[in-house]
């Protein structure tokens, strides 16, 4: 079983998502590394000048590096970056919305987890037009993943395993709203919650992660107790989701893990020793409401 | 521009009909479709019968089939598809792109429209959608401007489709797990948002609690109207300051922005609700049929007065103007 790092999903300064990147590169035991702005295209040019340095950075290091496509495309100035992105023919592209699909049919290409494949036949249609990787969305229970995995063994099937979870894009920016702003002139204010800004409900009750125009879960995805339960799923691969946290000794103890080195239940304290606060949570994956923690 | 209007019930059907409806949409009565409300929607026979009434009256009838198929388990949304063209709907509306690829191959004489579960946001992803499985209408996401459903309409080879009025998704409709994080049961697995089975109320003297699940939604003061705890539209707190940060409990009214929806080249206009008795759908028809009519006559249109019929008694145009965002 292999470990992705999936895509920085919140504001970083451009200098810490560059340094981030080359210490992953230099230490990190993943064998994929997806980069790219996969949330705001208003955060792209920011650290557009450091993406070729990083992505060569990560390919000496042995890693594959995928580059992840926006979850939503509306402006018309969104729609042609993309475009150019997947007719970019010495990139290996990771879609997140159909329309990054129509470019890339005929030539392999990884689909994100905000592309709806909620079953075998729908993964098939993607795989019969070149999709070798496919990280399914986060909501899916065990019985649909290992479905679909054995629905299509030519393709890496991967599931989202560690990180506050996506679970919703909008075109409003409640970061923005927030701040008494809108969209257009945001001030780019999300980059002063490089782990998302907490949203609790009136009873302060932990529930929401807001990161501009995406919602997140609040509670960690944490599935290093379910890695067996996976394997057997047919899943290749598990996405780790960048936090505001040390994700290289993320990976190492989710790569022991894997590995038989080391016992899924010490992991599970060490991880919450490496991020120290977070509130763990698997239910999706158990067809549960994905803020439970099932099995712990 | 056609008038789209819905049905969770026979009765709900032939009111819609009777209103003016050109063309009505409804689902089959299981996790089909995106409103699988309990006493909601159409058994095999009520459909056949339902589009037996409204073809006789020179209506059409489009049969949502658009939450996602789970997998292991596609042949009861197979079936919903076999059943909805052998009943003789004029449409299917499916959001998974395996349905359909499915229906495409299975019925390749039969009309699909692209769901709003769907998300295709964008010339390019509803070209996806053309050039695979030939569809011939994609209903937009409530994410677009008008100007935007404008460009996107001239650069599509299909018809559009946009929601007018009635609930509104805050969030990319296809793209929402908000409910399912909360209560285990998703729009695009169950076919429900926020569901009344994980709907509680507490009294604590002066004020009235929502929950969804586990979570609190709302506190309302003694005399303020409380509004339906749907996820989205709840009041929450964060280090920036309180209150509905998603957005307040509204629905969608964008019967002012009629002329600019026609001039984009919209061909159809779609009221949300099949969860709404009969009494809704007949006013809102009503309503929409005679803005339309003094559209196409030049003459001013004006606010439809439907504020009491929804459900927050509050409205906005949302992403239609720009500033929403």
Redesign the interface.
Same mark, same amino acid.
């Given at each position: 079983m292999e470990l992705t790092l999936g895509p920085v999903l919140f504001n970083w300064q451009a200098d810490d998502w560059r340094d981030f990147y080359f210490r992953i590169a230099d230490e990190a035991p993943v064998e994929t590394v997806v980069v790219g702005e996969v949330v705001c295209s208003k955060r792209m040019p920011f650290f557009a000048r450091h993406l070729p340095t990083v992505a060569e950075r990560l390919t000496a290091a042995g890693k594959e590096v995928i580059f992840g496509s926006l979850? /939503?495309?509306?402006?018309?100035r =969104?729609?042609r970056q993309? =475009?150019e992105l997947a007719k970019s023919e010495d990139l290996t592209v990771e879609a997140n919305?159909?329309?990054?699909?129509?470019?890339l049919a005929g030539r392999p290409h990884a689909i994100g987890p905000?592309v709806?494949i909620?079953?075998?036949?729908?993964?098939?249609?993607?795989a019969s037009r070149g999709a070798r990787r496919m990280c399914l969305?986060?909501?899916?229970p065990a019985?649909?993943?290992?479905?679909?995995a054995a629905?299509v063994p030519e393709v890496m099937v991967e599931v989202f395993a560690f990180g506050r979870?996506p679970?919703?894009?909008?075109?409003?920016?409640?970061h923005?709203?927030?701040?008494k702003l809108?969209?257009?002139n945001c001030r780019f204010v999300c980059e002063k919650d490089p782990d998302g800004?907490?949203?609790?409900?009136? *009873?302060?009750?932990p529930?929401?992660t807001?990161n501009g125009v995406q919602?997140l879960?609040q509670t960690v995805t944490n599935l290093v107790g379910d890695i067996d339960l996976l394997r057997s799923a047919g899943i290749g691969a598990l996405r780790l989701s960048p936090q505001c946290c040390d994700m290289v000794a993320i990976a190492r103890l989710f790569r022991e893990v894997i590995d038989g080195r080391r016992e899924a239940r010490e992991a599970e304290a060490a991880l919450a020793e490496v991020y120290p606060g977070a509130v763990f949570a698997n239910?999706?994956v158990h067809?549960?409401?994905?803020?439970r923690r099932v099995g712990a | 521009m056609e008038l789209i209007c819905p049905a969770g019930t026979p009765a709900a059907l032939r009111a819609a009909v009777d209103a003016g409806a050109d063309a009505v949409y409804c689902g089959f009565r299981d996790e089909t479709n995106a409103r699988n409300f309990p006493g909601l929607n159409f058994s095999r026979a009520e459909m056949a019968e339902g589009i037996a009434y409204a073809h006789a009256r020179g209506a059409k009838v489009l049969v949502a089939i658009n939450t996602?198929?789970?997998?292991?388990q /596609?042949g009861l949304w197979q079936g919903a598809v076999d059943d909805a063209v052998a009943a003789g709907a004029d449409a299917l509306i499916l959001? *998974?792109?395996?349905?359909i690829?499915?229906a495409a191959a299975r019925h390749p004489a039969q009309r699909l429209h692209v769901s709003v579960q769907?998300?295709?946001?964008?010339?390019?992803?509803i070209?996806?959608?053309v050039?695979a499985f030939g569809v011939k209408r994609v209903v937009l996401p409530r994410?677009?401007s008008v100007p935007?459903i404008a460009?996107i309409t001239r650069a599509t080879a299909c018809e559009t489709e946009v929601f007018v009025f009635g609930g509104l998704c805050?969030?990319?409709e296809?793209?929402?797990?908000?409910s399912?994080?909360?209560?285990?049961q998703?729009p695009?697995?169950h076919g429900v948002c926020s569901p009344a089975s994980h709907v509680s109320y507490r009294d604590d003297g002066n004020t009235l609690?929502s929950r969804l699940? *586990?979570?609190?939604?709302?506190?309302f003061a003694k005399g303020e109207p409380a509004a339906y705890p749907t996820l989205?539209k709840?009041?929450?707190?964060?280090?920036?300051?309180?209150g509905y940060?998603?957005?307040e409990p509204v629905s969608l009214d964008a019967v002012e922005m009629l002329p600019g929806l026609k001039k984009a080249g919209v061909t159809a206009l779609k009221i949300e609700g099949r969860q709404r008795g009969r009494a809704y759908i007949a006013s809102v028809v009503a309503s929409f049929r005679a803005a339309l009519a003094a559209l196409e006559a030049g003459r001013p249109i004006t606010g439809a007065g439907l504020t009491t019929m929804t459900e927050g008694q509050t409205t906005t145009v949302g992403?239609y103007r720009?500033?929403?965002?």
């Open positions: 979850a /939503l495309v509306a402006l018309e =969104e729609r993309m =475009e919305d159909v329309s990054v699909l129509r470019h905000f709806n909620y079953n075998e036949a729908t993964a098939a249609f993607f969305p986060p909501e899916l019985a649909s993943v290992a479905a679909i629905g979870v679970l919703a894009i909008s075109a409003r920016c409640y923005a709203r927030l701040h809108t969209k257009d800004l907490a949203v609790e409900t009136l *009873d302060n009750e529930f929401l807001v919602t879960s239910g999706f067809a549960e409401p994905g803020v | 996602f198929p789970r997998a292991g /596609l959001a *998974d792109v395996g349905l690829a499915y769907a998300a295709a946001a964008n010339p390019d992803a070209a996806f959608y050039e994410v677009l935007e460009a805050v969030m990319a296809g793209r929402c797990s908000l399912s994080h909360a209560t285990g998703s695009n697995m609690v699940g *586990d979570f609190t939604i709302n506190k989205c709840g009041r929450f707190r964060t280090g920036i300051g309180a940060i998603f957005e992403a720009k500033t929403w965002r």
